[in-house]
Nanobody, 123 residues
């Protein structure tokens, strides 16, 4: 089992940057594919990015390509999301998630979730 805790959210102006972090505890973190999702008020949770357990493969949502970068450090049991060129439409609660099956953009594929961190982008 894996416990996930996100941090790094906040209020930022459009065009700014944030670095979200997800700290994991529990066994076998290095065998889980990790993902970031986000959910804005009144909207469904949507895929942002995912990274394989080795870190060698990544997949991004089209809306964040070129602006967001996902990375992981298995020794430190962390996964990060560097967010640049923020837009007001990026405002949401960002969630970290883990699953054993491999890269997947469907939130239903993920077994473990953090509590989320709020990102608010002002225009």
């Amino acid at each position: 089992q894996v416990q996930l805790v996100e941090s790094g959210g906040g209020l930022v102006q459009a065009g700014g940057s944030l670095r979200l972090s997800c700290a994991a505890s529990g066994r076998s973190f290095g065998t889980y594919a990790m993902g970031w999702f986000r959910q804005a008020p009144g909207k469904e949770r949507e895929f942002v990015a995912t990274i394989s357990w080795t870190g060698s493969r990544t997949v991004y949502a089209e809306s964040v390509k070129g602006r967001f970068t996902i990375s992981r450090d298995n020794a430190k049991k962390t996964v990060n999301l560097q967010i640049n060129s923020l837009k007001p439409e990026d405002s949401a609660v960002y969630y970290c998630a883990a699953q054993v099956s491999g890269l997947d953009t469907n939130p239903r594929a993920y077994d473990y979730w953090g509590q989320g961190t709020q990102v608010t982008v002002s225009s």
